[in-house]
Structure formats: structure tokens, C-alpha cells
């Protein structure tokens, strides 16, 4: 299905897009996929009139479109993203919206900055700045993955693998056990034992905070959060909250039952066509999440402001083939990294200034983890 055609004439990057009155806007054309044009109409309406939940169905609706199954394709997100934002800005210069301060106003000025997503837009109840804010941070959002178990899986040398789990809980051979009243960890007081074969997810801490792993490791590296192995029917549609923080960096996280994870991954050494066969899976699955940092070394602080169902922390090099196997959708998709997401952002941002905002450039996703948290310099994408 041709679900996107996205054009666009790129200017010299600065550190600024410039308001609309004084720069040419740039030509982004966008398709959507069948049935998402009306979804965006009614969408817009519940903005204008400012009805209950809109913010929650704005973020779901872009991250997810209309599709039973969203495939976690980071280029329609951006396309429905800009196409709300014009429809939205169309509809408030056809008539007041709620919370607008005035046609003349509303959005022009409104700053975005690469932290935005943890403290709303100084206009966040401009309704224009609000979903130019979700655009963007719905750019670089994370999609929830369906994680099953595989047996016999054994942890490779290289890498740093946390089993959080219950007080007396079985630890997975090769793993760091995490116990409730560890001091690296916020919250996580309580466990909850599901399937103790499970590696990684059979066992976990519930609403957990935070976590800090001392780390040897250094360079770019590849992190992997899995939850719980819960029911199909007690599972949640947020299980890692709606942003996860490391090392000061927020990553928004797209929301969504089981029925709506990304397929597939699995803690496994081999060939994917070799581990996704039915006689080595177990049965039931988890949530998962994977996206990649650069570390210094020494510790990577996570914190989880909503609280988490943790079953396990993996940190290894991006270098290296990845103890989390993904299938082919999966891995198109589901692993954050700098060159799967920040294009996305930059085309966010240049519609949000063809309508007048002004967006402080979009800057590496992954910037050095350590002491400092504050965003790295402007630069190439490949640095550091």
C-alpha cells in the first residue's frame, strides 16, 4: 500500500526555523493511508471544541493511524503528524478553538526545544503548540515490541544483563539479579512471579522508578527494557509509563495493548529463521522496548516518571549483532536510534515553522550519557 509520499527541498541547516513571514516554507507533501483522513477530521474537532481525552487520541492516532496492527513505520507517523497540525491550524483560523489566544497568535512564536516533551511548550495550552509538541516527540517515539521466550536462551559474554525479580526469585544463569530493596533502584518494592522458565520476563519488579547501572561499557550502546510475561487479559497499554528518561534524555513511548505491539523479538543466539519456530518458543509473551545511546562509561541512570513493570535491563554494544533478535518488522521499525528518527523530526519541524512556530533544532536523540544531561551541541548526527 503506498501509504506515504513525503517531498521535501531542504535548506542549509541552522540552528533556528525562522517564522513563516520571513522564510520560504518548505514543499513537504504528504498522502495519508486510506481512512486516516477522516480520523484526522474528527480528531481536529475535539481539539477545536478542546473535549476530554483529545490529547491521549492526537498521540495514539499518529503514533498508530487507523491499521489493526500498526507496523511502527516512523515515515507515516511524521505524514499524519503534519497533516494534523495543518488541519488543526486551518480549522482555528476558521473559526475561535477553544484555549487559542487569537487566529493572529495562535502558534506563531510558540518555541519547541528537544527536552519539550517532560515540561509542555510555555503556550501548552495553545492548542496548536500542544499537538506540535506531541508531533514531535511522536517522532522519535519508542513502539512497544511483542517479546516471547526462547529456551535455553544463554546470556553472551560483552554484555550487561539485570534480572529484576522477587525476593527468592530464580535468576537467569549470566544475569545481575535486582531484588526489591536494592539501592540502585526507585520504587520496584513489590514483585510479581509469573512463569519462573521465563527468562527475562517470567519474574519482575512492579512500579519501578528508576534504576542505575554502573557501566564499563562505553561508546554507542544498545538498551533493552523488558516487562512482564502478564495474561493477554491483565496486560497494559503502558507498561513502561509514557516516557522513559536515560540519562536525562526522554524517549516518548507509544501506547498500546498486546493486540497493537509490534511482532516480534526474543532473547536468542542464531538465524531469525531458526528461533521463530513453535518448538522453541514458550508460550505467552512480554513488552519490550530497544533504542540506542552513547555512554562515557562509569553509569546510565533510567527513570521511569509513571513507574514500570521491569523484567530485565539489557546494555550491550550497537556494534555487535543484538541479544534481543528482532523479526523482520521489528527490526525495521522498533530499534531507536539517530538515523531511524531525527529525519522524521526535522520534517516535523519544518512544518511547524511554515505555520508560524519557531523549533530549536532537532539534536542527536543518544548525546553522551554522564554527569552532565545537558543536550549535546548542534553537530552532525554521526558525531561523537
Given amino acids: 500500500m503506498n501509504r506515504l509520499l513525503l517531498s521535501i527541498a531542504i535548506a542549509t541547516a541552522s540552528s533556528l526555523l525562522t517564522p513563516f513571514a520571513h522564510a520560504t516554507p518548505p514543499a513537504i507533501h504528504v498522502a495519508l493511508a486510506p481512512g486516516e483522513s477522516a480520523r484526522v477530521g474528527e480528531i481536529v474537532e475535539a ?4 473535549a476530554p481525552g483529545w490529547r491521549a487520541e492526537a498521540r495514539d492516532f499518529i503514533a498508530n493511524g487507523v491499521a489493526a496492527q500498526p507496523d ?12 494534523l497540525l495543518r488541519a488543526v491550524h486551518r480549522r482555528c483560523q476558521a473559526a475561535p478553538c477553544a484555549n487559542a489566544p487569537s487566529v493572529a497568535t495562535a502558534f506563531r512564536g510558540a518555541t519547541f526545544t528537544q527536552q519539550s516533551p517532560l515540561s509542555r511548550p510555555s503556550r501548552g495550552g495553545d492548542p496548536l503548540s500542544t499537538v506540535g509538541d506531541i508531533a514531535r516527540s511522536s517522532a522519535c517515539a519508542a513502539y512497544p515490541i511483542r517479546a516471547v521466550g526462547v529456551r535455553d536462551w544463554t546470556v553472551p559474554p560483552g554484555i550487561q544483563a539485570f534480572d529484576f525479580l522477587p525476593r527468592g526469585g530464580r535468576v537467569h544463569p549470566g544475569m545481575t539479579p535486582v531484588a526489591p530493596s536494592d539501592p540502585r533502584v526507585t520504587g520496584g518494592r513489590a514483585g510479581a512471579t509469573y ?8 519474574e519482575t519488579l512492579l512500579e519501578v522508578l528508576g534504576f542505575k547501572a554502573a557501566t564499563t561499557l562505553t561508546g554507542r ?3 533493552t527494557l523488558i516487562g512482564g510475561l502478564r ?18 534524555r526522554v524517549i516518548e513511548v507509544a501506547h498500546g495493548k498486546p493486540g497493537r505491539w509490534l511482532p516480534v523479538g526474543a532473547l536468542a543466539d542464531g538465524k531469525p529463521e531458526d528461533v521463530f519456530t513453535p518448538a522453541k518458543l514458550l508460550p505467552g ?13 562509569r553509569e546510565i541512570e533510567f527513570r521511569f516518571p509513571q513507574g514500570a513493570e521491569i523484567g530485565a535491563i539489557l546494555i550491550e554494544p550497537a556494534d555487535r549483532p543484538s541479544s534481543f533478535m528482532l523479526d523482520d518488522t521489528a527490526r525495521a521499525h522498533g530499534t531507536i536510534s539517530d538515523a531511524s528518527c531525527l ?12 505555520l508560524g512556530g519557531r523549533v530549536v533544532q532537532a539534536t542527536r536523540i543518544s548525546g553522551q550519557l554522564g ?3 545537558r543536550p549535546p551541541a548542534v553537530g552532525p548526527l554521526s558525531a561523537q
Avoid at 511502527?72 to 497533516?83: D, F, H, L, W
Avoid at 495474561?231 to 536525562?248: C, D, I, K, N, T
Fill in 72 to 83: 511502527g513505520n516512523r515515515q507515516a507517523a511524521t505524514a499524519r503528524s503534519i497533516e
Fill in 47 to 50: 481539539i477545536a471544541t478542546d
Fill in 285 to 297: 509473551s512480554a513488552p519490550a522496548l530497544t533504542f540506542e545511546v552513547s555512554s562515557s562509561g
Fill in 371 to 373: 554527569p552532565d544531561s
Fill in 221 to 223: 550502546l544498545r538498551i
Fill in 231 to 248: 495474561p493477554q487479559q491483565e496486560a497494559q497499554a503502558a507498561p513502561f509509563g509514557s516516557q522513559v528518561v536515560v540519562g536525562g
Fill in 195 to 202: 512463569d519462573p522458565n521465563h527468562p527475562a520476563s517470567g
Fill in 343 to 354: 529525519a522524521q523530526r526535522q520534517l516535523v519541524d519544518r512544518a511547524i515553522g511554515a
